[in-house]
């Protein structure tokens, strides 16, 4: 019941693969609204603005424990493609050692590292005990993040991209039920959406892992798949490690512009947390179709299909800017109507600084769209370090505009910060896969 990507069209593989991703991707930013629209009606502009500025200090821990799941289930799917059985069960034991390790030292590092962090951001007063209150609680159930992202990884990693959509679609619906009960009913704030995050993904993650392993033989492992392999640690690290750091560099960034951002006050904040939700929503054809691309090239590559990645990689590159107009006429023509669901009676300063970030960022997304296309498919050939050098690029770059810009454009400056370091990163990759592609063989 697991599915092959080594055989068949590669446009068809990776359309069909791709569509669970894009519904849980979209299902998920979905419920993320309806969770920002919660709070911001029924708690305040200032807790939307509290939750909001915890984005990047959140991505920075959480984004580097999925890289590194993510690097796992990269050897995972390339042991799969070679028809590996024993070194698909064994590195999955590996994974879970490591992912335990992981989570130990991120939980204890990141615990003690949240509040300088917000103060280095220049939190506002006003959203400073909310904003470290949540992202307390945030960090405290890491282990939920951990633990699902490191099962769904594995899962998709064996071909299988819609059993983690329909435990991310149940995640996704007691979140909600849970945010309006612990929010509306018991009054519990930031709080509530916090605690209502960290058990829906923990009980998600218990009914996959279930789920998963009664559906799929390959999955059970014996007592000699979980000891403690050195050579299964190195490759899982290798790739692991970078793409954990790339998450966690581009996280660096977006804390620095975050941090440039708070300085206009809170309700600038707001204007850009909603916006942003509307970004990643309409993003998410990109996210899907690179997550496709790190299993679809980790399985040819374990059979040694190169021509195959290369096919795979052009079409997925032309299906990406299909998805790419669209995305950029619903920034552009809905993107003001959108941002006005996360309050209850936003200013029209409010509305008219989301419209402009979106207007500007809509110019740029066919390059965000094949960054994701190359740095998953990159990472998925097992390069990661390229993407990580990628990632450092966007780190510069991000940091110079948001660094110099605001100080003589304003929040022109802060929209511009985005789009020059998805220029610098994709530059990188492009660089990187087109020069090592010209040293492949034609024909497998």
């Known amino acids: 019941m ?4 080594t055989t068949g069209k590669p446009w068809k593989l990776i359309f069909f693969f791709s ?41 920075l821990v959480l984004g580097f424990a999925m890289g590194i799941t993510g690097g796992f289930s990269i050897v995972v799917a390339q042991k799969f493609g070679a028809g590996d059985t024993e070194g698909v069960r064994s590195s999955i034991g590996m994974a879970i050692w490591l992912s335990l ?8 590092v990141a615990g003690f590292t949240a509040r300088p962090l917000l103060m ?67 009054r519990m704030g930031v709080a509530g959406a916090g605690i209502a995050t960290v058990f829906s993904q923990l009980l998600a993650a218990i009914l996959c892992t279930v789920y998963s392993v009664k559906r799929y033989e390959i999955l059970r492992l014996k007592r000699r798949h979980m000891r403690w392999n050195r050579n299964l640690c190195s490759a899982e690290l290798k790739v692991g490690l970078p793409m954990a750091c790339q998450f966690s560099i581009t996280a660096v960034g977006v804390m620095v512009l975050q941090g440039a951002l708070n300085v206009f006050g809170s309700s600038v904040i707001a204007a850009y947390t909603a916006a942003s939700k509307v970004e990643m929503l309409v993003t998410q054809p990109f996210q899907a179709l690179g997550v496709t691309m790190a299993t679809y090239c980790g399985q040819n ?18 299906m990406c800017m299909v998805t790419v107009v669209a995305a950029m006429l619903i920034n552009i023509f809905g993107g003001r109507w959108c941002t006005a669901l996360f309050m209850t009676d936003p200013s029209n300063e409010i509305l008219t600084y989301a419209q402009t970030y979106l207007n500007i960022i809509a110019a740029f997304y066919p390059v965000l769209g094949l960054l994701y296309v190359y740095r998953n498919g990159l990472q998925g050939m097992g390069d990661a370090l390229f993407p990580m050098l990628g990632g450092l ?14 100080a003589f454009m304003g929040f022109l ?18 660089g990187r896969y087109f020069t090592w592609a010209r040293r492949w063989p034609k024909t497998d």
């Open 413 to 430: 400056g802060i929209c511009a910060a985005s789009p020059v370091a998805w220029c610098a990163a994709t530059a990188v990759l492009l």
């Open 393 to 406: 690029g966007e780190l510069l770059a991000r940091l110079a505009v948001a660094t110099i810009l605001p």
């Open 101 to 108: 390790l992981t989570t130990v030292i991120l939980t204890v």
């Open 120 to 186: 280095l951001m220049n939190t506002p007063e006003d959203i400073f005990d909310e904003a470290f209150l949540y992202i307390m609680i945030i960090y405290i159930g890491m282990g939920a993040s951990v633990f699902y992202n490191l099962i769904a990884s594995i899962v998709r990693a064996l071909g299988d991209s819609r059993t983690p959509l329909y435990f991310l679609l149940f995640s996704s619906a007691l979140n909600i039920v849970l945010d309006l009960v612990l929010i509306i009913n018991f």
């Open 2 to 5: 697991t599915k092959e990507m």
């Open 301 to 318: 590559i374990g059979a040694g299909k190169w021509s195959r990645v290369r096919r795979g990689m052009k079409a997925c590159s032309l």
């Open 19 to 59: 569509i669970p991703l894009l519904i849980g991707n979209v299902f998920q930013q979905l419920y993320s609204m309806v969770d920002t629209i919660i709070v911001g009606r029924f708690v305040s502009t200032q807790a939307l603005a509290a939750v909001g500025s915890t984005g990047a200090i959140s991505f």
